[in-house]
T-cell receptor, first 114, second 109 residues
Framework: DSGVTQTPKHLITATGQRVTLRCSPR?????VYWYQQSLDQGLQFLIQ???????AKGNILERFSAQQFPDLHSELNLSSLELGDSALYFC?????????????FGPGTRLTVT | DQQVKQNSPSLSVQEGRISILNCDYT??????FLWYKKYPAEGPTFLIS?????DKNEDGRFTVFLNKSAKHLSLHIVPSQPGDSAVYFC????????FGAGTRLTVKP
């Protein structure tokens, strides 16, 4: 158990809909990262937040957005969903802004868009 | 983004033998490299790392080798155990993390 929790575990929704994925980092960790893992691809970095502020952006679509709240939990919002958004979405956390990469991953949320 | 490549999608080895997983990268600015292991239905877990100032780092049965001139790193697992069966991701780091597509290792008893 990494100490990172993600809800929900599974989500099934229709194209065009909007969903929110939630992540609670390990106690004391200030950085939260979001990743997408599609069937035929490795882990794609989406975005990082540190202590409530956006710190780095990766391959995140404009239809997606994220935020980190004062209690340090984070939400990833996915809107105008398309079939291709079906994937595993992982959240990871680390103590500092830059931790030389060692991150602690949650179990993931499996999103299925039908 | 093809800055990281793990060209072997799968590898099968016999228990007790050596497993060698390979990773190639293109960006010479990467200065820190990590390997993560992922079991089904779980998030990736950190396995071992190496800084670009080294060419080898060992932790128990796991050794990572870095060849900077070839922009290549490899993970050696000796001896391989059935519990090592998982997907292994190479992740170079330079201000952000880039993951390879992963190699699925199967260790047969």
């Amino acid at each position: 158990d990494s100490g990172v929790t993600q809800t929900p575990k599974h989500l099934i929704t229709a194209t065009g809909q909007r969903v929110t994925l939630r992540c609670s980092p390990r106690s004391g960790d200030l950085s939260v990262y979001w990743y997408q893992q599609s069937l035929d691809q490795g882990l794609q970095f989406l975005i990082q937040y540190y202590n409530g502020e956006e710190r780095a952006k990766g391959n995140i679509l404009e239809r997606f957005s994220a935020q980190q709240f004062p209690d340090l939990h984070s939400e990833l919002n996915l809107s105008s969903l398309e079939l291709g958004d079906s994937a595993l979405y992982f959240c990871a956390s680390s103590p500092h802004e830059r931790d030389r990469g060692e991150q602690y991953f949650g179990p993931g949320t499996r999103l299925t868009v039908t | 983004d093809q800055q990281v490549k793990q060209n072997s999608p799968s590898l099968s080895v016999q228990e007790g033998r050596i497993s060698i997983l390979n990773c190639d990268y293109t960006n010479s600015m990467f200065d820190y490299f990590l390997w993560y292991k992922k079991y089904p239905a779980e998030g990736p877990t950190f396995l071992i790392s190496i800084s670009s100032i080294k060419d080898k780092n060992e932790d128990g049965r796991f050794t990572v080798f870095l060849n900077k001139s070839a922009k290549h790193l490899s993970l050696h697992i000796v001896p391989s155990q059935p519990g090592d069966s998982a997907v292994y991701f190479c992740a170079p780091y330079n201000n952000d993390m880039r993951f390879g597509a992963g190699t699925r290792l199967t260790v047969k008893p």
